[in-house]
């Protein structure tokens, strides 16, 4: 069974700076996707960014990137010039690939941006 | 992009009553659906699997006969809260598979059931 820990149910940053989310994950597969979900007030589900477990070189969407360390079974996002925006929950969540496979949540970090 | 419609987003019933939540994808061809429930300020957890065209999967715990779950076309999956009571209060969200693997999931908007 695969399990995704969070270890920050909260944090806070201040506008434009730069913030990290961590996220650590158990299992004994080799292929698998990672992904970064954010949840604002609105309750609505947004995909932030996903990596391959295959690939070594970090993926990065605009102003978010991640810390991709197989070896630890870590997946840290980074937010760098964080926006009000950005105030939500975020998720980390890891799935097998090739399967009608579920996803598997962490607990979330509750992120807030402030002036 | 792959975008999952949800109905209602809001619904207040009466305790005894039943209600039906629908999640239907507009622009694919959703094979697996995945309902989740969502209580305030936690993660999301996993109800059941629902393939078009057969039974849905359902996690240890869930009631199969309370939330009633159909995958009738590829386009419409459906979960029915029966003989609701208090405790369903909650927050419930779909979501489909997308293709490629490395595309993840599309979640619909979510419904926020309320019994009373």
């Known amino acids: 069974a695969q399990t995704v820990t969070q270890s920050q149910p909260e944090m806070s940053v201040q506008e434009a700076e730069t913030v990290t989310l961590s996220c650590t994950y158990d299992?004994?597969?080799?292929?698998?996707?990672l992904f970064w979900y954010k949840q604002p007030p609105s309750r609505q589900m947004i995909l932030v960014i996903r990596?391959?477990?295959?690939?070594?070189q970090n993926a990065t969407e605009n102003r978010f990137s991640v810390n991709f360390q197989k070896a630890a079974k870590s997946f840290s996002l980074k937010i760098s010039d964080s926006q009000l925006g950005d105030t939500a929950m975020y998720f980390c969540?890891?799935?097998?690939?090739?399967?009608?496979?579920?996803?598997?949540f962490g607990t979330g970090t509750r992120l807030q941006v402030t002036l | 992009g792959a975008v999952v419609s949800q109905h209602p987003s809001r619904v207040i019933c009466k305790s005894g009553t039943s209600v039906k939540i629908e999640c239907r994808s507009l622009?694919?061809?959703?094979?697996?659906m995945f309902w989740y429930r969502q209580f305030p300020k936690q993660s999301l957890m996993l109800m059941a699997t629902s393939n078009e065209g057969s039974k849905a999967t359902y996690e240890q715990g869930v009631e199969k006969d309370k939330f009633l779950i159909n995958h009738a076309s590829l386009t419409l999956s459906t979960l029915t809260v029966t003989s609701a009571h208090p405790e369903d209060s909650s927050f419930y969200i779909c979501?489909?598979?997308?293709?490629?693997?490395?595309?993840?999931?599309?979640f619909g908007s979510g419904t926020r059931l309320t019994v009373v």
């Open positions: 622009d694919f061809q959703a094979t697996t």
């Open positions: 979501s489909a598979r997308l293709l490629p693997d490395s595309y993840g999931y599309t």
């Open positions: 990596q391959e477990a295959y690939k070594q």
């Open positions: 299992t004994s597969e080799n292929n698998y996707y």
């Open positions: 969540a890891f799935m097998v690939t090739g399967t009608a496979s579920k996803l598997t």
